[in-house]
């Protein structure tokens, strides 16, 4: 199959230029797989970062605020301030869904 305007095979080039795609590599050595994080080292140079025991997660390096992070959904819009930005944001958002539908409800 060619590409329309390049001609019988010829590849089509990207911003870059012809691009090849890379195999990235698979870490199979289940030492390394139980001691280190690996890739997520994102420089150039270095070694993988090491799992810590649980021990030093138990509070004494971990800050308080994370265990208070939500790890749901979006908070109900009764949960809210109303004096708040985000409470207003979500209820025109509402109101935009709801007109939205109604129009599309029409005959015409």
């Known amino acids: 199959m060619s590409v329309m305007g390049l001609g019988k095979g010829k590849k089509k080039l990207g911003k870059l230029g012809a691009m090849e795609k890379r195999e990235l590599p698979v870490e199979t050595d289940p030492h390394k797989l139980v001691t280190l994080v690996c890739g997520a080292n994102i420089h150039t140079s270095g070694d993988d970062v090491k799992v810590l025991p649980d021990a030093i997660w138990a509070g004494q390096r971990v800050p308080p605020w ?40 029409r005959k015409f």
């Open 66 to 105: 994370l265990w208070e992070l939500r790890t749901r959904g979006a908070p109900a819009l009764a949960e809210l301030d109303p004096a708040s930005k985000q409470y207003w944001l979500r209820v025109r958002a509402a109101g935009m869904r709801r007109n939205n539908k109604l129009r599309s409800l």
